[in-house]
């Protein structure tokens, strides 16, 4: 969890690898669907747009039908759900009848004008997803992915109107989500403002304490 641009999907790509668990990003999954017009698609694109939330029950149903996924069985990396009360209890029940649950919950604290400075200059890969920055973490060629050559973009929800209302969004909704685990003694505060590399390996350190699968 953490407010956008704190990294959690730069952290848990690499974290997912690391540790051979699928990556399961709900913006990711809403971006997919707009690019390709699905339904779900058009129902988002409004919300995600104006950089509030896509309702409840249609990111809830989403989440059920990609954890039914067979790489999601042996565990998960969620990143950007739950982002709120609602969610977090939802995602529990899944997770029960699934017997499954949550092993700990990672949350990456930024600070404003990190966040600005960074999606201000995000570039994502149109095909692969990867993520780049401008200066943070410069792709080698301009405009295009390292990973797989294809062409990068400047997210539609990344000006700074916009980014400001997901920052306010962000938290409105998501002090409930983030008690609920304190209160469960699940979350872990990190500072994210550090560079990556420190991140994640303060991430890998705290994932190293829970080592039974099937992990979420
Ligand atoms: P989503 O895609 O989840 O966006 P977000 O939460 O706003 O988070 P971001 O993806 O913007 O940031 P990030 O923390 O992943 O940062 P990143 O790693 O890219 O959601 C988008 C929208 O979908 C929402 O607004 C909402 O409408 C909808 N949605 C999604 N989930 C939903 C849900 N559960 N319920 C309802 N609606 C939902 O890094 C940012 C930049 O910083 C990159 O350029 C990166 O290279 C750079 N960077 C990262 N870490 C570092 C570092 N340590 N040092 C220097 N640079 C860094």
Do not use: W
């Amino acid at each position: 969890m953490g407010p956008p641009g704190a990294g959690k999907g730069t952290q848990a790509k690499v974290l997912a690898e690391k540790l051979k668990l699928t990556h399961i990003s709900t913006g990711d999954i809403l971006r997919q669907n707009v690019s390709k017009a699905t339904q779900l698609g058009k129902q988002a694109i409004e919300f995600m747009n104006k950089g509030t939330l896509v309702p409840d029950e249609l990111v809830t149903k989403m989440l059920t039908q990609r954890i039914e996924q067979p790489d999601a069985k042996k565990g998960f990396i969620l990143d950007g759900f739950p982002r709120n009360i609602g969610q977090a209890e939802t995602l529990d029940d899944m997770l029960k009848q699934r017997n499954m649950s949550i092993d700990m919950v990672a949350y990456l604290d930024a600070s404003e004008p990190v966040i600005i400075q960074r999606l201000t200059g995000r570039l994502v890969c149109s095909v692969c997803g990867a993520i780049f920055h401008t200066k943070n973490m410069p792709p080698k060629k301009d405009m295009i992915c390292d990973h797989c050559g294809n062409s990068l973009y400047q997210r539609a929800d990344d000006q700074v109107e916009t980014i400001k209302n997901r920052l306010q969004v962000y938290q409105k909704e998501s002090a409930g989500a983030i008690q609920y685990y304190e209160k469960q003694k699940k979350l872990h505060r990190l500072d994210a403002d550090l560079e990556a590399e420190t991140v994640i390996n303060n991430i890998i350190h705290l994932a190293a304490q829970y080592n039974d699968s099937p992990k979420v």
